[in-house]
């Protein structure tokens, strides 16, 4: 657009002015933000405006007349207008917006083209054939910006999608065809290679693998031409061109090769003629074909497996995407590519003789078609299993390599051969001199001579006395910041007094004299007694070993105060409790069971905060127990046991109260002993320039405004608590509205502790009781264009509060996280990470570790420890050597000039970024920009400690990967990153849960696969040993092997940093805990939701909810949860095992089949707490299912039909496409039916049809009722409640399969048909009761 809008963008001679007019353009956006071409584009167009010196600007005039029609039309996409003044709805309900409603993206790639561009945007009223902005202002550029306000915005973004994201597989197989095509290759050329008669297979059978290359070809253009409309003419042209042309070569190579092996056809002889004359005659052979096909297939193999580097679009799309991958991705790669190799061909072997088995079973037999579809099926359901696991086994022989080597550089990383001294704390006597070195950054001064220390401390042990090694200011700078630290870690109820005091260092002379003046473990003389001298509590004594160790770390990089950029922390907050109150912590009976659990599980930093408290208040001992055990003595503690449970927990104030305290501590002390020369007070502005801390905390406004009914005393109380506490660093930013006659206007506000309460407000005193507070009056204020939340919130709400953050480097924290002193002393040495550049450019997000806090109880430690395993070990391997590292949320620091430029922190279009904050990294990546990761720096999280929690956690993560797998994002990674670094991206995201889905889906095809054959075997028993051939060697051994290699990174992560030990014990904990169970039913509802999300969408925002789970969850709530994701397939696939039982399988695979089954089965009931408590209770619950399941009235939670019903709104974007493809059930339909129509079947028995076809009465009696209810009796009772009809389904349903069986041998058979049809049927009702093909009555 550049030519289009500005004639002297060249000109650079005020960019002080540019850079001011762009942010103040930047800043009025809104959600347009995320459109920075668009932003660009305003702001070329204002510059050219400007420079000439021409017009005059209202105030409000470019909100009003540019931003505000510009927003209407984005809202109007996918939004319609509120009732009452309600906020506007989203169009959909639960279905997703359609596969062509624009977006965010797509608005900004027409921004991107200047074609398009010139052609999109037209003035408004300009009759039949609009004029073209651009046209007008070809001669006078400057014009533009007058003509803005002028632009037909609707006719100009409407329909301009760049990248449809329908809902189904196609994108994801398009754009990723090259991971696809390796899988293929592989299993191809496996089976080829374990064939026995002939060997290596016959000539047919060798060439078929060379157009394993084209078909993938065929679904990468097919699928990319489908999926992007705004694609150039001359490049659809070209890729069909070259498609038919070059790619489609091996299919004629193969045909000619077949036509010649079969001698259906022989290529002619070709006489050579040259002037005239004959000079030689051409033979084409069948040799000289083999060779044709083989050199043409490896020709387009190899093409294929390259990126797409050729620009697909009309615009160079990507900038500076790097090509190039380091040797080391593809030295992890080709050893994890040879593993599973080795993995498969273990399978594939046995694939092989099962085959070769089943051929030799049939080859006697008769060659009718009904034979040869027996035939057919039976091969199908051999290799289908083994295909999916072949697919599946990448990511577990990448988790093998990824754990040696990640283990190997956390060696490297971590301190070499001290990470062993360093796990037994016996490296901390090397902490006084490195922190004066390396975090301090002091110089070395006036350092005692070695020459005139005494003998015994040149030598031995003595050579590591530092206090007689350091310099005067370096022992005191030491001293300063170690007691600051210890008296954090008592702040924080960590230590006891007598603790404290003995860790205490009095003063750097005293230091300077040696023991006992020195805490015991500095002292080198107690090297080896250091574990009995460290801390006795355990998060007391991880700190100070932590630190310890993060001084040793390789390498860290020299920076100070005054040097580092500055910094803006930016929290985002909706509805997390913020500080509990007494209420939380107290009923009516006594101490509420929060209270009682934290008590007794903190117990030795209870005693702790009481005695702090105790010599607080003047009190002793027993006025102080006898004050705690009465609710009213534990009023004059209010404040401070709120706080410490608010510590305790996932809080908002623990959050805040890290980040504050810690970091704004570290930087005064750092600034004290780096800078002695200024003063208290120019310290303190000095750190005030370079740290803020923002909350975005959207629901402000509600809360704090006394005349809402949505006031909270208690949450504005909390507010004014954390301003009055930490306001020096602290700024709230919020959202508010206000009713003007022109409608609602929206504004996005900050507030600060500087900032008066607005008139009538309540006092601003902290106070659970009486007093509360009210808003205050903001000190910033930006009218936004529309209404803001558009997305799920969370990206909007960061949006909203970005513009207020002043650092240039931003870090994102969220609710569930803290932060700690001796790990804040490395936050200038963190941020100068941002000065290195890799080609040129700084890393755009920087990655660090986390400490997980929240390991309470038995599911609280599995999340920790996998949360542990990814922060640390994977994270290590993603950011080298595979490059895969993007964002995560938390705790990353990223560039905010390059978050700028590419959109922001996140982005918010609906669904389809449900996973808001991994598209920053994603969009950086396509921008050419990289992430990085480091160890010496940390903060703690919080995770879910609850069974629903949790899993209400990988529901959302995989419904947002679900949706990533549909957008133009994974497209351009599947097409433009080299294979080597595109297998490490996919695996680690995307892929991951499509690993899922491959894993589930092989269980249920191995126990479908042994229940077909064993009822084949009813007609020759011989037909169950190519089943068990398979299933006893294959599947069984490899299933264990992938629930252990899951295990292997935490194993191996935990070995580094604490010993083989505690790995072991952590593995047997992780057993006890039935780690197994859990993480089965983990992946299976993973699978389940991203496989729904890819289908049919409807990925919703799930709040988890990060408190203890104390209460037990109702039956109804978990069938609700899991009946659709779990409780079905679980059934399913035991009563096929049932079926199954002529086929001997061996004992793995039905352990791990039991597993399966039980682990879906049951582990909601083993995991729910107070479960098997009370059997009254457990009966109560069943009663109250049966009368959900009854309900006609009311909501989910009280209806099954309501239920019932909400769930199919999903299905609404559900895509065509399973209708022409072969779903799993029209296959299984398929098969099943094969088996029915063998060499018994009587073709003229009108019975005999009828056990073929699904159930029929059913659907006759739905008929029946639909007329009658529509025409005849609109209240008909019997379709009220629906539960009862669906009895009354099953029961006909039953009784036409067992009225259609022809004898007693074929109940089986024809039972499972029936079943597979019924199946059939209801996923074909789910897609007419989305869309209604026909109208209501139909459906």
Request: charged share 20%; glycine share 6%; with cysteine.
């Amino acid at each position: 657009w550049q030519p289009l809008t500005s004639e002297v963008w060249q000109d650079n001679e005020n960019p002080l002015s540019d850079i001011c007019m762009y942010l103040l353009l930047w800043g009025e956006l809104g959600n347009l933000r995320f459109c920075p071409e668009f932003a660009c584009y305003l702001f070329a167009a204002a510059r050219s405006k400007f420079r000439q010196n021409r017009g005059e600007v209202r105030r409000g005039m470019f909100v009003r007349s540019v931003l505000v029609p510009v927003h209407d039309v984005v809202l109007s996409e996918t939004f319609e207008p509120g009732e009452a003044g309600n906020p506007p709805k989203f169009k959909h309900g639960k279905a997703p917006a359609p596969a062509n409603a624009c977006n965010y993206d797509d608005w900004n790639e027409l921004f991107w083209d200047p074609r398009r561009l010139r052609r999109a945007m037209v003035i408004k009223e300009t009759g039949l054939w609009p004029k073209k902005l651009h046209d007008l202002c070809h001669e006078r550029p400057w014009d533009i910006w007058d003509m803005l306000g002028k632009v037909d915005w609707k006719r100009t973004l409407q329909n301009k999608k760049s990248h449809r994201e329908p809902h189904t597989m196609l994108p994801m197989l398009a754009g990723c065809y090259r991971i696809f095509l390796l899988h293929t290759f592989c299993f191809g050329a496996l089976l080829l290679v374990w064939m026995d008669e002939p060997k290596f297979g016959t000539w047919p059978q060798r060439c078929a693998l060379g157009i394993v290359a084209p078909c993938w070809l065929w679904v990468y253009n097919v699928g990319f031409q489908a999926l992007t409309p705004a694609l150039a003419f001359r490049n659809r042209l070209s890729m069909s061109l070259k498609l038919l042309c070059f790619d489609s070569l091996p299919f004629v190579s193969y045909a000619l090769v077949l036509s010649t092996y079969y001698k259906v056809y022989t290529v002619p002889s070709v006489d050579v003629v040259i002037f005239g004359q004959k000079w030689c005659t051409l033979t084409v052979s069948f040799e000289f074909l083999l060779r044709l096909h083989f050199f043409l297939s490896t020709l387009v193999l190899l093409l294929a497996f390259a990126p797409r580097v050729q620009n697909l679009y009309r615009w160079k799309f990507f900038p500076s995407l790097s090509k190039w991958s380091s040797p080391a991705t593809k030295v992890f790669w080709l050893f994890a590519i040879a593993l599973k190799i080795c993995i498969d061909a273990f399978g594939v072997k046995y694939l092989d003789q099962a085959l070769g088995t089943t051929q030799a079973l049939h080859a006697g037999s008769e060659t009718s078609w009904t034979h040869l579809s027996l035939f057919a099926a039976h091969i199908f359901l051999l290799a289908a299993p083994a295909a999916l696991i072949c697919f599946a086994s990448l990511p577990l022989a990448s988790n093998v390599v990824l754990s040696f080597v990640g283990a190997a550089r956390g060696i490297r990383v971590l301190g070499g051969w001290r990470l062993f001294w360093y796990r037994r704390g016996i490296g901390l006597t090397r902490t006084p001199p490195s922190t004066c070195e390396r975090v301090l950054q002091l110089p070395r001064g006036e350092r005692p001579a070695r020459e005139t220390l005494p003998a015994e401390g040149r030598r031995g042990l003595g050579a590591m006395q530092w206090w007689s090694r350091m310099s005067d200011r370096e022992l005191k700078a030491f001293v300063s910041i170690w007691n600051v630290m210890i008296y954090e870690l008592r702040e924080k109820d960590l230590l006891s007094d007598q603790e404290m005091q003995q860790l205490t260092i009095e003063s750097a002379e005293a230091a300077r004299r040696g023991p006992p003046n020195v805490p015991r473990l500095l002292d080198p003389m107690n090297v080896f007694r250091l574990t009995s001298v460290l801390p006795q509590n355990k998060e007391a004594r991880r700190r100070v070993v932590t630190f310890a160790r993060s001084l040793q770390m390789q390498p860290l990089p020299a920076a100070t105060v005054r040097t580092m950029p500055g910094l803006t922390v930016l929290i985002p907050h909706y509805s997390e409790t913020i500080l509990f109150s007494m209420n939380e912590l107290f009923t009516n009976m006594g101490s509420a069971e929060l209270l009682r659990y934290l008590v007794s599980y903190y117990c030795d930093e209870f005693s702790n905060f009481k005695e702090r408290v105790c010599d607080a208040m003047g009190m002793n001992e027993d006025q102080d127990e006898e004050a705690l055990g009465r609710f009213d003595g534990f009023q004059k503690f209010e404040d401070p046991l709120c706080k410490w449970a608010s510590l305790r927990m996932q809080t908002l104030w623990r959050t805040v109260e890290g980040v504050c305290r810690a970091y704004a501590r570290a930087l005064l002390n750092l600034s004290e002993q780096q800078d002695q020369a200024l003063s208290r007070t120019e310290r303190e502005a000095l750190v005030s320039s370079k740290f803020q801390v923002v909350v975005a905390m959207q629901r402000y406004a509600l809360f704090a405004d006394p005349t809402k009914s949505t006031y909270d005393i208690a949450q504005i109380a909390a507010v004014e608590a954390m301003l009055q506490a930490f306001g020096q660093w602290l700024s709230i930013a919020y959202i508010d509205e206000e009713q003007t006659p022109e409608g609602k206007r929206y504004y996005s506000c900050l507030i600060d502790a500087s900032c008066p309460m607005r008139p009538g407000a309540m006092t601003p005193h902290r106070s659970w009781g009486q007093q509360g507070g009210g808003m205050r009056v903001p000190k910033f204020s930006i009218e936004l264009p529309g209404y803001p939340i558009l997305g799920h919130g969370k990206s909007d709400n960061q949006n909203c509060a970005v513009v207020f953050t002043r650092g240039e480097i931003l870090q994102m924290i969220d609710a569930n996280q803290e932060a700690y002193f001796e790990s804040a002393l490395f936050l200038p040495l963190a941020l100068k990470e941002f000065e290195s550049t890799r080609g040129g450019r700084r890393p755009g997000i920087l990655g660090f570790r986390e400490h997980i806090f929240s390991a309470v109880g038995s599911l609280g430690r599995l999340a920790a420890d996998s949360e542990f395993a990814f922060g640390t070990l994977i994270q290590r391997t993603m950011d080298w050597p595979l490059d895969a590292r993007l964002h995560y949320g938390h705790p990353d620091m990223m560039d905010k000039l390059q978050m700028l430029q590419q959109g922001g922190v996140s982005k918010a279009t609906r669904g389809l970024n449900l996973s808001e904050d991994v598209f920053a990294g994603m969009d950086l990546t396509l921008r050419g920009g990289w992430t990085a990761y480091r160890e010496y720096f940390h903060v703690g999280k919080g995770r879910d400690m609850g069974f629903m929690s949790s899993l209400s956690f990988y529901a959302k993560v995989s419904m947002g990967n679900g949706e990533q797998a549909l957008t133009r994002q994974w497209m351009r990674f599947g097409l433009s990153l080299p294979l080597a670094r595109l297998l490490g991206i996919f695996y680690m995201h995307v892929g991951f849960f499509l690993n899922q889905c491959l894993v589930n889906w092989s269980t249920k095809a191995f126990a479908f696969t042994v229940a077909f054959f064993s009822l084949t075997s009813r007609q020759d028993p011989d037909f169950k040993f190519p089943a068990a051939i398979l299933a006893s060697n294959y599947f069984g051994i490899l299933y264990l092997a992938f629930v252990l290699s899951s295990m292997w990174p935490l194993l191996f992560e935990v070995y580094v940093e604490h010993g083989l030990i505690a790995s072991l014990r952590s593995l047997g904990s992780s057993f006890l805990a039935l780690s197994p169970v859990f993480s089965t039913f983990q992946g299976k509802l993973m699978a389940f939701y991203f496989e729904s999300t890819v289908n049919y969408g409807g990925a919703q925002y799930i709040p988890t909810g990060r408190g203890l789970a104390t209460s037990r969850e109702p039956l109804s709530k978990l069938f609700q949860c899991f009946s659709n994701s779990h409780f079905h397939d679980g059934l399913e696939v035991a009563v096929l095992l049932c079926l199954g039982t002529e086929v001997k399988c061996g004992v793995a695979f039905y352990i791990c089949m039991g597993l399966t089954v039980f682990s879906w089965m049951c582990a909601p009931f083993i995991f729910n707490p107070h479960q098997f408590d009370d059997l009254s209770v457990s009966l109560q619950d069943v009663r109250l299912w049966a009368r959900w399941i009854c309900a006609t009235e009311g909501g989910e939670e009280t209806s099954w039909e309501a239920w019932s019903i909400r769930q199919q709104e999903v299905k609404q974007g559900s895509s065509l496409v399973w209708l022409f493809l072969p779903s799993s059930r029209w296959l299984a339909v398929i098969c099943t039916g094969t088996l029915l129509i063998q060499k018994d079947f009587d073709w003229a028995s009108l019975e005999a049809y009828f056990s073929l076809f699904p159930p029929l009465a059913h659907a006759a009696l739905c008929a029946l009722l639909a007329f009658l209810r529509h025409f005849c009796w609109p209240s008909l009772p019997l379709c009220r409640p629906l539960a009862r009809l669906a009895l009354a389904a099953a029961a006909l349903t039953a009784a036409e399969a067992v009225g259609t069986t022809r004898a007693a041998d074929d109940v089986l058979c024809v039972t499972l048909h029936k079943y597979m049809c019924v199946r059939l049927s209801l996923d074909l009702c789910d897609w007419i009761v989305a869309h209604r093909p026909g109208g209501c009555a139909l459906a």
